[in-house]
């Protein structure tokens, strides 16, 4: 079955450093990856996935991610971060019969100014 | 022009009621799902229609019975609402054959008191 694991229940990080947020998978066939971000009392909002092709991945608001096969790794990365970026940070990937995302059970990320 | 639309967006109501939550889409998408998310924050999908039609139904007590009247509906019934059915309900759209990302709607938070 397909899963992702996000080690991390919280990342802690100051204004205007980098940051990555971790996120492992397991699938059977090749993966199709996703990052969503979801703010207080909010909905979840699109990143950014990986389908196929180039490993790093650009995405929204400055966000990437890059996809590791060998270490079936899809971490979210963004070279300065910002306050505004305070959030909870989820990663999926799509079942087999493409007929769902599986959701990791989220990463909270935390920007100090 | 909201893309994925659900209503209400707050539902408290009484233990053994009866209630829905609606939710529409106006991006085309031909499947649609409901998620819920726990006050862990933990998000599991619940079901997901494809073309009107069930894909998935996961380990959902009876209770609960979606309906979708055409591809751009889904809606979610609840019979005899219990304490532990309190959390947000999301649902979502995407298009199955095309590898995109789904949509989410901003929630219901259902509060059974």
């Known amino acids: 079955a397909q899963s992702v694991a996000q080690p991390e229940d919280q990342v802690n990080v100051a204004e205007g450093n980098p940051l990555t947020v971790k996120c492992t998978y397991s699938?059977?066939?090749?993966?199709?990856l996703f990052w969503y971000v979801q703010y207080p009392n909010r909905g979840l909002q699109f990143l950014l996935k990986?389908?196929?092709?180039?490993?790093l991945v650009k995405g929204s608001y400055g966000f990437e991610a890059e996809f590791n096969k060998s270490q079936t790794s899809f971490h979210l990365k963004k070279p300065s971060a910002l306050v505004s970026d305070s959030a909870l940070y989820f990663c999926a990937v799509r079942n087999q019969a493409g007929t769902a995302l599986i959701f990791g059970k989220g990463t909270t990320l935390s920007v100090s100014s | 022009d909201t893309a994925v639309s659900q209503t209400p967006k707050y539902l408290v109501t009484q233990m053994g009621n009866d209630k829905s939550i609606k939710c529409e889409q106006n991006?085309?998408?031909?499947?649609m799902y409901w998620y819920k998310q726990d006050s862990k924050k933990f998000l599991k999908i619940m079901f997901s229609?494809?073309?009107?039609?069930?894909?998935i139904n996961e380990t959902v007590p009876n209770r609960f019975s979606p309906k979708s009247p055409d591809k751009a509906h889904l809606n979610l019934h609840i019979n005899s609402l219990e304490l532990g059915d309190s959390a947000v309900y999301f649902c979502?759209?995407?298009?199955?054959?095309?590898?995109?990302?789904?949509?989410f709607g901003q929630g219901t938070r259902l509060t059974v008191v």
């Open positions: 699938v059977s066939g090749n993966p199709y």
């Open positions: 990986y389908i196929t092709g180039d490993n």
């Open positions: 991006l085309g998408h031909d499947t």
């Open positions: 979502a759209s995407s298009h199955a054959q095309k590898s995109t990302e789904a949509f």
């Open positions: 229609y494809n073309n009107k039609e069930l894909i």
